[in-house]
């Protein structure tokens, strides 16, 4: 069965670094768009950044670009969340996710796969 298995994540002050993993398993996901998504409670799921299958394209939220940088390495079937000068704005459950596509979308109903997701926690 294929999913996906988010790591990283956890506490840190505000403007420190953070990096989420996503490891695909039991199919390869390479070509498959990727994207990162992050919710708070109350409020509904928000896109952060996506990247199509081969890396080519990206695309950040705006609050994302210049401090987030999404990578992947098809070869490992996984996808990299770089997060650098963190604020408590951040502080969310992070979720990657998978669509069966080459390029990414920033809605939530686009996308196929869904990692457990994992808590990224900005203290001031």
């Known amino acids: 069965q294929a999913q996906l298995v988010q790591s990283g994540g956890g506490l840190v002050q505000a403007g420190g670094s953070l990096r989420l993993t996503c490891a695909a398993s039991g199919r390869t996901f390479s070509r498959h768009a990727m994207g990162w998504f992050r919710q708070t409670p109350g409020q509904e799921r928000e896109f952060v950044v996506g990247?199509?299958?081969?890396?080519?394209?990206?695309y950040y939220n705006d609050f994302a670009r210049g401090r987030f940088t999404i990578s992947r390495d098809n070869a490992k079937n996984m996808v990299f969340l770089q997060m650098n000068s963190l604020k408590p704005e951040d502080t969310a459950i992070y979720y990657c996710?998978?669509?069966?596509?080459?390029?990414?979308?920033?809605?939530?109903?686009?996308?196929?796969?869904w990692g457990q997701g994992t808590q990224v926690t900005v203290s001031s």
């Open positions: 990247i199509s299958w081969n890396g080519g394209s990206t």
């Open positions: 996710a998978a669509r069966e596509d080459d390029y990414w979308s920033v809605l939530v109903t686009a996308y196929d796969y």
